[in-house]
Each structure stands twice: as C-alpha cells, then as structure tokens.
Nanobody, 119 residues
C-alpha cells in the first residue's frame, strides 16, 4: 500500500520558518520525481516546487523562489520543503505528490498539512 504522509505544518508568524516533511512508503522512492503543491483558501491548487528523482534538478514557483527550498533523502524515502521568510499569502494546505519518472500516469498524493501564516 502506497502512503505519502506530510507533517510539519502549523501556525507561524510572518517572517518565520517551517519545515515540511513527506514520508513515503510502498514505492521505490528513488524512481519518483517529487512535488509540493498548495491550495490557498478559496483558490485552486498550485505547484510550489519540484525535485527530480536523483535530486539533481529543482524548480520553484516564482512566488516562493529564494524563500523555499525543496530537498530529498532517498535513503529515508522522504522529501522536505524548507520554508523561510513566510508571508500571510503562503497560508494554504500543502500536499506532496509523487510522480513515477517513467510514466506520469503512476502518481500518488498525500493527505495534506495546513500551514497558516498569521500574527
């Protein structure tokens, strides 16, 4: 059974930091590109960051460049999202998404973790 379990969300003041984790099981983690998405309140889901299966390439939404860092530990089957200089507009439910590098038809989602940036 495939599981993606996000953790690390919570309430933080503007300018603060959080580190999200997504622990996976039931997949060969090193064969999956990993993504972080978010859904702000009342808005559509949007791509935040991507990291390739080897970790060699990362991409970010313009809105988070320079503030967020995606990384992965293939030995621990876990992907991370370090979020610094958080803004109220970063408030959202954050989801991790695994996409098989050889076929995008094979993909899995986590259940999401709430991040709230507010004073």
């Amino acid at each position: 059974q495939v599981q993606l379990v996000e953790s690390g969300g919570g309430l933080v003041q503007p300018g603060g930091s959080l580190r999200l984790s997504c622990a996976t099981s039931g997949v060969t983690f090193s064969s999956y590109d990993m993504y972080w998405y978010r859904r702000p309140p009342g808005k559509e889901r949007e791509l935040v960051a991507r990291i390739t299966s080897t970790g060699g390439t990362t991409n970010y939404a313009d809105s988070v460049k320079g503030r967020f860092t995606i990384s992965r530990n293939n030995a621990r089957s876990t992907v991370f999202l370090q979020m610094d200089s958080l803004k109220p507009e970063d408030t959202a439910v954050y989801y991790c998404h695994a996409v098989f590098r050889f076929s995008s038809d094979v993909n899995y989602w986590g259940q999401g973790t709430q991040v709230t940036v507010s004073s």
